[in-house]
């Protein structure tokens, strides 16, 4: 069974920080390309940031310089680390891994920065 679940989430206030983490089972972990999106109250879910297998990793231009990403293939987990949060970062952060055609996602985490 394929499951990828998200830890980490929780309130805080503007400009602090939060490590998201989201463990993977049941799938070739190492082969997948791992995204985090986030989905604000009200709107779509967008991408945050992704790393690809070999570790190459690119971000949305709201999270550069503040968010990153990184991937611990011996532990099967995808991390984002948060800093300098902001209001608008505030909503439920999904894991999601591709791999060739398949797309998984974990079940979100939620995330609320208070000013």
């Known amino acids: 069974q394929v499951q990828l679940v998200e830890s980490g989430g929780g309130l805080v206030q503007a400009g602090g920080s939060l490590r998201l983490s989201c463990v993977v089972s049941g799938i070739q972990f190492s082969i997948n390309v791992m995204n985090w999106y986030y989905q604000a109250p009200g709107k779509q879910r967008e991408l945050v940031a992704r790393?690809?297998?070999?570790?190459?990793?690119n971000y949305a231009d709201s999270v550069k310089g503040r968010f990153t990403i990184s991937r611990d293939n011996a532990k099967n987990t995808v991390y984002l680390q948060m800093n300098s949060l902001k209001p608008e970062d505030t909503g439920v952060y999904y894991c999601?891994?591709?791999?060739?055609?398949?797309?998984?996602w974990g079940q979100g985490t939620q995330v609320t920065v208070s000013s």
């Open positions: 790393i690809d297998t070999r570790g190459s990793t």
């Open positions: 999601n891994a591709v791999s060739l055609a398949t797309s998984r």
